[in-house]
């Protein structure tokens, strides 16, 4: 079992749809990253969270510590959102960091 | 500089060679980390250097990869006699401070081909 579990693993919508994307941890963790890999496999750090939500622009991310689970959220989705979401956890015991498999969004015009 | 860079941006090189790829982090980044990602499979924690302290190696999936890092400068990761399974994205990351407000940043990869 991993130790971080995304989904949907593939989501395609509307240009304008409200998307959403989850995340579950199973290891205690001193934060939360959300991840934007585009094609070509350049990666982007879009939050770092370790409790409640933060916001910047269309995007917003949530964390529910005692769950063990964060979402994403985009508003107003745009074909250059399509990208691959990624969700990756800090330990809390140690340096390691536990990635999901990420989430492939196609958004369409 | 601006970002984390890598080189080289892609590498491709006869099985049994060794090769070594290299990290720049941004200027005053203390925490930088390797990770390497497969096609079509998430990302892997390779190593992880904090300042001067020693580095956690935890991630390096056999002894043929090392990493150094001098400081709170460049890294490099060097595989040897590589093999075909160690055809991947490797990916150097590099944060300002340990733990904390401050999130990572991202080079854009080494793209290593082993033939």
Known sequence: KNEVEQSPQNL?????????????YSVGIS??????????????SLFMLSSGKKKHGRLIATINIQ???????????????SAVYICAVRSNTGNQFYFGTGTSLTVIP | GAG???????????????????????????????????????????????GNSAPDKSGLPSDRFSAERTGESVSTLTIQRTQQEDSAVYLCASSLRDRGIYGYTFGSGTRLTVV
Not at chain 1, 12 to 24: K, L, V, W
Not at chain 2, 23 to 28: K, W
Request: proline residues 4%; aromatic residues 8%.
């Open chain 1, 12 to 24: 395609t919508a509307q240009e304008g749809e409200f998307i959403t994307i989850n995340c579950s």
């Open chain 1, 31 to 44: 934060a939360l990253h959300w991840l934007q890999q585009h094609p070509g496999g350049g990666i982007v």
């Open chain 1, 67 to 81: 769950e063990k689970h964060s979402s994403l959220h985009i508003t107003a989705s745009h074909p250059r959102d």
């Open chain 2, 4 to 50: 984390v860079s890598q080189s080289p941006s892609n590498k491709v090189t006869e099985k049994g060679k060794d090769v070594e790829l290299r990290c720049d982090p941004i200027s005053g980044h203390t925490a930088l980390y390797w990770y390497r990602q497969r096609l079509g499979q998430g990302l892997e924690f390779l190593i992880y250097f904090q």
